[in-house]
């Protein structure tokens, strides 16, 4: 399981680390957290990022550095990164990317699936699942965007990192939109997975525990080293 934007101390959740309570509560023993945003103020903190949930052992977890949109942002506040762990699944080794690419700019969500595709690249043997929220969808579907050479970062993931998902049959569906969870108008919620892994099905579910429908999958493995 793939969390995004969760708190791990921030002020206005009392402190509560949603991570470790959510995996205790839904029986996930193995936890993966990484910060995007890390401030602390006089009377005000502020940690969230992702998590990654797991109920097989996890061998190793690794900071993914995404470009950032600003330099300032970063240094001072955080940015859009990411977080790779190996899970050891009882048929092999895979790797789970939780994503949360930039909501502002397509080209600085490009970067990042160049990133993704370069992690591909450089462990073929080893497949590979990204889930989260991309903040955009392949051209056609509510929710795309480009940036000024016509790139977009899901379908560049699908062509140059063969990463495979699911599309909605109809991109105006509304049973297959993501965002905003109480009326949702665009699919930017993904779930992707590369070669040895195959994406069965997909689904939303209607929630007001946050601001995005939850997505989830039922994935089979069809090569393991």
Sequence with gaps: MVL???DFNATWSDGI????VIATQAGFPFVVKQRNFDVALPFFTLQFGNAILSKYPVSSAEFLKFPARSIKEDLFAGNHDGVVATVEHPSGSLRVVAVHLEYRDE???VGAARVLTSL???DPGKPLIAMGDFNTAPVG??????DKTGANAVAWLQSEAAMKTIVPDSPSTAHDLTYP???P?????WILVSSGLVLEERHTTASELSDHRMV???ISISRLP
């Design 181 to 183: 969870s109480t009326q």
């Design 120 to 122: 591909v690249a450089a």
């Design 4 to 6: 995004n934007e969760i």
């Design 216 to 218: 989830s999958g039922t």
């Design 141 to 146: 579907f509510p929710g795309h965007s480009t």
């Design 17 to 20: 680390d949603q991570a470790e």
């Design 185 to 189: 108008d665009r699919v930017i919620d």
């Design 107 to 109: 080209a600085t969500r």
